[in-house]
């Protein structure tokens, strides 16, 4: 039977990412999210229940956060897609350890705080607004001729209804 391991998630990010690049020239990007839920306990009050994520992306992700093509801060508001990995070692007490992290296969910002000033902003957005065209819609050249209300048919006023077919 198929099985399916997908994860999405939308929240803040808990830091800057941190890039750690390897001798063979690939790198690997992790950062934490945060993600909150709100809801009513028992007295009626609201609560808010907020779980934190690790996630690990390699390749061109990494590579494009790494350069700031993508550049995401602490903060930024944050759509994730990727699968669970649960990986073990041990640490130096000698205790197995086991750490589950997210292996992010997409990551876009859709909110941040720093719209005001527009420097900041994901450096991947800027550029394809920098570079895509500039388009307008061209306007219809069809004039439409409004035409004139029609005034509905009533009966005579002695009709009496008697002619119908049924």
């Known amino acids: ?34 993600t909150t839920e709100r809801y009513r306990d028992r007295n009626g009050e609201w609560a808010e229940q907020t779980d934190w994520h690790n996630l690990v992306a390699w390749g061109n992700l990494a590579a494009d956060i790494a350069e700031k093509r993508r550049n995401y801060i602490k903060g930024d508001f944050m759509y994730v897609e990727g699968r669970l990995k649960t990986r073990q070692y041990v640490d130096a007490q000698n205790v197995t350890r086991y750490v589950t992290e997210v292996l992010v296969d997409k990551m876009m910002s859709i909110g941040t705080k720093r719209q005001a000033n527009p420097e900041q902003a994901n450096a991947s957005y800027n550029s394809y607004q920098q570079s895509a065209p500039s388009y307008q819609p061209a306007q219809p050249t069809v004039a439409y001729q409004q035409q004139p209300m029609l005034q509905p048919q009533m009966p005579d006023p002695g009709y009496e209804g008697e002619d119908l077919p049924f």
């Open 1 to 34: 039977m198929a099985s399916l391991n997908k994860v999405m998630l939308i929240g803040h990010l808990g830091k800057d990412p941190e890039i750690i690049s390897f001798e063979n020239g690939s790198k690997k990007m992790s950062v934490t999210l945060a």
